[in-house]
C-alpha cells in the first residue's frame, strides 16, 4: 500500500524568502512517480513539479525544486524566493505505474506567505 | 488553457434530489479518469476511477449506488449524485491524464462544490 504523509499542516514564510514543504512517502514499487501540486483558495490544483522514481537529478521548475532523496522515501517541495500569491495549500501526491494510476495524495501544508 | 473541465462549478439542491457533474479531457482521449472527493480542509480522497467502455471501479467504501459514474466516450465522464444528502455536501473533483508519457502530471478540473439543503 501507498501512504504519503505531509507533516507540516501550516507554515509560513516571509516574502522573498526560501521555504521547504516535507513530503515523505511509502511503497514497495520501484516505478513511481511523485509530484507536487497547488490548491488556492478557489479549489484548482495546479501541477507544479514531478519526479520520477528513476530520476538521478532534482526536478526544476522555476522557482519551484524538488529534494528527492530517494533512500529515505522524501521528496520535499522548495520554494526559492516566495511571494504572497503563493499562499495555498500544497500538496504532495505520488502514483506507482504498476497500480492503479490514480494520484495519492498526502495531507497537505498550508503555506502563508508574509509581507 | 484548462486541459480538462469540469461542469458545474458549483450546484445547489434539495434533499433527495439527484446532481450530475461533467468532466471532458479537452486536449487529449482519456481512457481512464478519476474522481476524488475532498471535504473542508482535509485532502483529496479517490472516490472511483472511471474507465471508458466499461464499469467504473469504487474505493472502498464508496457506494456505488449513490456515485453513478458514466464514461462514455474518451472525452467525457460523469458522476450523478443520486438522493443526495447533506452529507454529501463537499468538493468534487475529477482528472484526467495522457497516459502515453510517464512524467505527464493528472490534470485536473476546476471542481464543483456540492450543497445539499
Known amino acids: 500500500a501507498q501512504k504519503i504523509t505531509q507533516t507540516q499542516p501550516g507554515m509560513f514564510v516571509q516574502e522573498k524568502e526560501a521555504v521547504t514543504l516535507d513530503c515523505t512517502y511509502d511503497?514497495?514499487?520501484?516505478?513511481?512517480?511523485l509530484f507536487w501540486y497547488k490548491q488556492p483558495s478557489s479549489g484548482e490544483m495546479i501541477f507544479l513539479i514531478y519526479?520520477?522514481?528513476?530520476?538521478?537529478q532534482n526536478a526544476t521548475e522555476g522557482r519551484y525544486s524538488l529534494n528527492f532523496q530517494k533512500a529515505r522515501k522524501s521528496a520535499n517541495l522548495v520554494i526559492s524566493a516566495s511571494q504572497l500569491g503563493d499562499s495555498a495549500m500544497y500538496f504532495c501526491?505520488?502514483?506507482?505505474?504498476?497500480?492503479?494510476?490514480?494520484?495519492?495524495f498526502g495531507s497537505g501544508t498550508r503555506l502563508q506567505v508574509q509581507p | 488553457g484548462a486541459v480538462v473541465s469540469q461542469h458545474p462549478s458549483w450546484v445547489i439542491c434539495k434533499s433527495g434530489t439527484s446532481v450530475k457533474i461533467e468532466c471532458r479531457s479537452l486536449?487529449?482521449?482519456?481512457?481512464?479518469m478519476f474522481w476524488y472527493r475532498q471535504f473542508p480542509k482535509q485532502s483529496l480522497m479517490l472516490m472511483a476511477t472511471?474507465?471508458?467502455?466499461?464499469?467504473?471501479?469504487?474505493e472502498q467504501g464508496v457506494e456505488k449506488d449513490k456515485f453513478l459514474i458514466n464514461h462514455a466516450s474518451l472525452t467525457l465522464s460523469t458522476l450523478t449524485v443520486t438522493s443526495a444528502h447533506p452529507e454529501d455536501s463537499s468538493f468534487y473533483i475529477c482528472?484526467?491524464?495522457?497516459?502515453?508519457?510517464?512524467?505527464?502530471?493528472?490534470?485536473f478540473g476546476n471542481g464543483t462544490r456540492l450543497t445539499v439543503t
Open positions: 482528472s484526467a491524464g495522457d497516459w502515453t508519457v510517464a512524467s505527464s502530471p493528472l490534470h
Open positions: 511503497t514497495s514499487d520501484q516505478s513511481y512517480g
Open positions: 519526479q520520477g522514481s528513476y530520476d538521478e
Open positions: 501526491a505520488m502514483r506507482e505505474w504498476a497500480g492503479r494510476r490514480a494520484l495519492t
Open positions: 486536449d487529449f482521449q482519456a481512457t481512464t
Open positions: 472511471s474507465n471508458e467502455g466499461s464499469k467504473a471501479t469504487y
